[in-house]
T-cell receptor, first 114, second 111 residues
Framework: NAGVTQTPKFQVLKTGQSMTLQCAQDMNHNSMYWYRQDPGMGLRLIYYSASEGTTDKGEVPNGYNVSRLNKREFSLRLESAAPSQTSVYFC?????????????FGPGTRLTVL | DQQVKQNSPSLSVQEGRISILNCDYTNSMFDYFLWYKKYPAEGPTFLISISSIKDKNEDGRFTVFLNKSAKHLSLHIVPSQPGDSAVYFCAASTSYGKLTFGQGTILTVHP
């Protein structure tokens, strides 16, 4: 049981390049999320998928697209990377525990855009 | 518009003493609150949570207090241990799984 896995762990891009961040969970969770973490900003929600086949924008969706490939996988795509997208990206999945919400996070992808 | 705020960027305490981390929120629609702990180069891990219908929740050394009238919650760690040194994020939720995070507080526990 690996939990939430993310690939790659590190990536350096040049401005204008594209890439896809991959996320997979093996906990049979319905909901999945993409966050970015920047110094002094906490974690901010980019996109989420409440269930397979649905995706919705979060707080900071501009410059990103997502695909919920199946129940296990949720990918985040940068079509034309910009230096402002330099950040650490976390994927999370959700389960209901004891009447409350608990999200499980992956280890993160550290992205640098030059 | 920062709806969840952790105004102390860092906190330093001695091993064995109490650590108190604070969090304020502005959105009165938040009905569930969580604390996450994060070590360097790892993802956040869930620590403890509280529903808005309660004012206190305990789990071992960790206790979360919620003051709805003041829109304030706090995390108490007693006794603090060096292994507790990490970044602590508070988060709040209004709807299905969507969390709003604070900026984080770096806790350092000295032996």
């Amino acid at each position: 049981n690996a939990g939430v896995t993310q690939t790659p762990k590190f990536q350096v891009l040049k401005t204008g390049q594209s890439m896809t961040l991959q996320c997979a969970q093996d906990m049979n969770h319905n909901s999945m999320y993409w966050y970015r973490q920047d110094p002094g900003m906490g974690l901010r929600l980019i996109y989420y998928s409440a269930s397979e086949g649905t995706t919705d924008k979060g707080e900071v969706p501009n410059g990103y697209n997502v695909s919920r490939l199946n129940k296990r996988e949720f990918s985040l795509r940068l079509e034309s990377a910009a230096p402002s997208q330099t950040s650490v990206y976390f994927c999370a999945s959700y389960r209901l525990a004891g009447g409350g919400d608990t999200q499980y996070f992956g280890p993160g992808t550290r992205l640098t855009v030059l | 518009d920062q709806q969840v705020k952790q105004n102390s960027p860092s906190l330093s305490v001695q091993e064995g003493r109490i650590s108190i981390l604070n969090c304020d929120y502005t959105n009165s629609m938040f009905d569930y609150f969580l604390w996450y702990k994060k070590y360097p180069a790892e993802g956040p891990t869930f620590l403890i949570s509280i529903s808005s219908i309660k004012d206190k929740n305990e789990d071992g050394r960790f206790t979360v207090f919620l003051n709805k009238s003041a829109k304030h919650l706090s995390l108490h760690i007693v006794p603090s241990q060096p292994g507790d040194s990490a970044v602590y994020f508070c988060a709040a939720s209004t709807s299905y799984g969507k969390l709003t995070f604070g900026q984080g507080t770096i806790l350092t526990v000295h032996p």
